[in-house]
T-cell receptor, first 113, second 110 residues
Framework: ETGVTQTPRHLVMGMTNKKSLKCEQHLGHNAMYWYKQSAKKPLELMFVYSLEERVENNSVPSRFSPECPNSSHLFLHLHTLQPEDSALYLC????????????FGPGTRLTVT | QKEVEQNSGPLSVPEGAIASLNCTYS??????FFWYRQYSGKSPELIMFIYSNGDKEDGRFTAQLNKASQYVSLLIRDSQPSDSATYLCAVRGGSYIPTFGRGTSLIVHP
């Protein structure tokens, strides 16, 4: 596999479920990002992991919990989500955390029922 | 609250023309400015970034930054139908987290 991959590509979950999104990058990068893109709002950066440090967007609710076990893998753990959390969740990676040469995955389309 | 404004469009230009996409921002402390292109149904891709006042050119793309007036623009010369996409402006200040605009839809017609 090449580039940035995300699984699953589509996910439907109830508000009481717990699920996880997975991202893997095969580019040798050392920074990874989670973005949220919904039809009603601008693209939003949620979390960044760069050189084992984590940067959070303070506006992201605690029902989203990221995990980055190594520089190639990134997870987004979801629990007790709300319907307004339905969106496209995009993962990206770059060399270092400066947003330069940032590559995005195809995204996970999440629907919360 | 930091805001980044873009005209949603669509901006329609004929093939071969110059497309001019504009973005204004509210945070005077902004330091880094990015342009992303997003084709329908696809993920964004970073096409330009700029830090200093003035112009930065990369092929057919030119980013222009005017910090005094708080705007950044993207010019696309010799526009092609393949340039038809939504262009997202992002601005980053002292905070690590950038703020994105809603994007401008560009249509290049043959």
């Amino acid at each position: 596999e090449t580039g940035v991959t995300q699984t699953p590509r589509h996910l439907v979950m109830g508000m009481t479920n717990k699920k996880s999104l997975k991202c893997e990058q095969h580019l040798g990068h050392n920074a990874m990002y989670w973005y949220k893109q919904s039809a009603k709002k601008p693209l939003e950066l949620m979390f960044v992991y760069s050189l084992e440090e984590r940067v959070e967007n303070n506006s992201v609710p605690s029902r989203f919990s990221p995990e980055c076990p190594n520089s190639s893998h990134l997870f987004l753990h979801l629990h007790t989500l709300q319907p307004e959390d339905s969106a496209l969740y995009l993962c990206a990676s770059s060399q270092e955390g400066g947003f330069y040469e940032q590559y995005f995955g195809p995204g996970t389309r999440l629907t919360v029922t | 609250q930091k805001e980044v404004e873009q005209n949603s469009g669509p901006l329609s230009v004929p093939e071969g023309a110059i497309a001019s996409l504009n973005c204004t921002y509210s945070d005077r402390g902004s330091q880094s400015f990015f342009w992303y292109r997003q084709y329908s149904g696809k993920s964004p891709e970073l096409i330009m970034f700029i830090y200093s006042n003035g112009d930065k050119e990369d092929g057919r793309f030119t980013a222009q930054l005017n910090k005094a007036s708080q705007y950044v623009s993207l010019l696309i010369r010799d526009s092609q139908p393949s340039d038809s996409a939504t262009y997202l402006c992002a601005v980053r200040g002292g905070s690590y987290i950038p703020t994105f605009g809603r994007g401008t839809s560009l249509i290049v017609h043959p």
